[in-house]
């Protein structure tokens, strides 16, 4: 199966379950066919753990596991080559936001290494939450053409931070789809709360990134959502106010993520970016669209005087 999970240990890389160094693996691995795609986990999982592992949740064989659902089955010999990647996210959230920002360096090194075997292979990113800071960070330790395509899962990062980053060579150079949703907006919030932003007026990048190389895809937005059905790629409904992890739990979202870093001529990005709003609905919109509902149902109940 062309999948290699690989932990970041303050010793280095290594497989998943062995002590054995992940690098004659990749070397091994990195001339297979097709693309290579990177994914980064997020907040509170933790290798090896009988609860919080990821290689045995989103990495594995359960029910919404990347790795199958972006096309790493072992069924197309051209299928190239996912590379699932672990680290221990369990503590603080300030610790925890430090030690994605070092592990930047960690993704520079895996990229690095798969550039050097296979130079004109497409290579892509896809994190989550806490993992899009370290898969940001990465951009800062690699040259320009590094990494074709990167997304991010209703990200825990700042938006000054990225576009920052977005203005060195290998941030000019990628295109990157920014996945958000109103949904994720507590999270947002409790995350400029708990990270004080170096500006005061900064806000994570879930209301958005200011690059041209920048795409937001609102996961909750009807517009976007009819969009993306008229070229064949309908989701499912959200269903919840709250939730962290619809962006890649909901019906038809992974096939959008796959079609992106598989087939990009399928969604070349200055279509995909025509075909959404250009800003974000405004935070907490969706809490109180419900509120302005309900609260519209319950003055009609009301007797008239």
Request: positive net charge.
């Amino acid at each position: 199966m062309p999948l290699i999970r690989i932990n970041a240990t303050p010793d280095g890389l290594i497989l998943h379950d062995t002590p054995q160094p992940a690098v004659r693996r990749l070397c091994s691995m990195a001339s297979r066919p097709g693309p290579a795609i990177i994914m980064v986990h997020g907040y509170k999982y933790a290798p090896g753990t009988a609860s919080h592992c990821p290689h045995k949740k989103i990495f594995g064989s359960e029910a919404h596991s990347w790795p199958t659902q972006l096309g790493f089955d072992g069924k197309t010999p051209d299928e190239g080559l996912g590379i699932a990647l672990g680290w221990h996210a369990r503590g603080s959230l300030k610790a925890m936001h430090k030690r994605a920002a070092e592990l930047g360096e960690h993704i520079a090194v895996i990229v690095a290494m798969l550039r050097s075997h296979t130079p004109n292979r497409p290579i892509h990113i896809i994190a989550h939450s806490l993992g899009s800071e370290a898969a940001l960070n990465a951009l800062l330790h690699l040259p320009q053409g590094a990494v074709n395509r990167m997304i991010l899962l209703t990200g825990a990062s700042f938006a000054d931070h990225a576009e920052k980053i977005l203005k060195t060579p290998a941030g000019r150079s990628i295109e990157v789809l920014n996945v958000t949703s109103r949904e994720n907006d507590l999270f947002d919030a409790g995350f400029e709360r708990l990270i004080r932003p170096t500006l005061p007026d900064d806000h994570a990048i879930g209301q958005g990134i200011s690059a041209p190389n920048v795409a937001t895809l609102q996961l909750d937005c009807q517009t976007t959502m009819q969009n993306l059905g008229r070229l064949g790629f309908p989701v499912e409904p959200s269903q919840k106010r709250i939730c962290h992890w619809s962006c890649y739990k909901r019906s038809g979202v992974m096939q959008i993520y796959s079609a992106f870093l598989r087939t990009p001529g399928v969604l070349p990005f200055d279509m995909l970016r025509s075909i959404l709003p250009e800003q974000a609905a405004p935070r907490w919109s969706r809490f109180f669209a419900r509120q302005d509902v309900t609260a519209r149902h319950n003055a009609r109940k009301q007797p008239a005087f």
